[in-house]
């Protein structure tokens, strides 16, 4: 499989989250070509800040293997991670990172801060960013227009 298609999946985690009245992430750890672990948004469902796709899918693919550190992973996420996903990838110590729309307001990778250039950090995760944005920022559009509507009413 190629990046596009592991954006694909993790696109199809977002719908799923969307389909849930949640806000539309999705993530995917891949290792040696697997996928081994996926989320999607699940803060309003699971009653937690930390349920954010990239989380669940950290801890989805941990369990799996049974450990923590996901070395030789790389994530696909379709949404610019925050500090707290950002600073579990670190930890987690996935290799390569790549997601979708940027996040203007909490964006840890390039939008309100650069965290992954920081060299204070103990494991060096590379990335790229733009993957698919067309289709995730077309989707969180689509479920936030819907909220607006909802509450015009």
């Keep these: 499989m190629y990046l596009d298609d592991y954006m694909k999946l993790a696109m199809k985690m977002a719908e799923i989250a969307f389909m849930q009245d949640e806000v539309p992430v999705g993530a995917i750890v891949v290792k040696n070509g697997e996928v081994i672990g996926k989320g999607f948004n699940k803060v309003?469902?699971?009653?937690?800040?930390?349920?954010?796709?990239?989380?669940?899918?950290?801890?989805?693919?941990?369990?799996?293997?049974?450990?923590?550190r996901l070395t030789n992973c790389e994530m696909y996420v379709t949404l610019e991670p925050c500090h707290m996903c950002v600073k579990a990838i670190v930890d987690a110590r996935i290799d390569n990172l790549y997601f979708g729309a940027i996040e203007p307001k909490?964006?840890?990778?390039?939008?309100?801060?650069?965290?992954?250039?920081?060299?204070?950090?103990?494991?060096?995760?590379?990335?790229?960013?733009?993957?698919?944005?067309e289709d995730s920022s077309n989707l969180l559009r689509k479920f936030f227009n819907s909220k607006r509507r909802k509450n015009s009413f």
């Design 106 to 133: 909490t964006g840890a990778i390039q939008s309100v801060d650069r965290f992954l250039e920081r060299l204070d950090l103990n494991h060096r995760v590379r990335y790229s960013g733009g993957h698919m944005e």
């Design 44 to 68: 309003i469902q699971n009653n937690s800040v930390s349920s954010h796709a990239e989380i669940l899918a950290i801890n989805h693919a941990s369990k799996k293997i049974k450990n923590y």
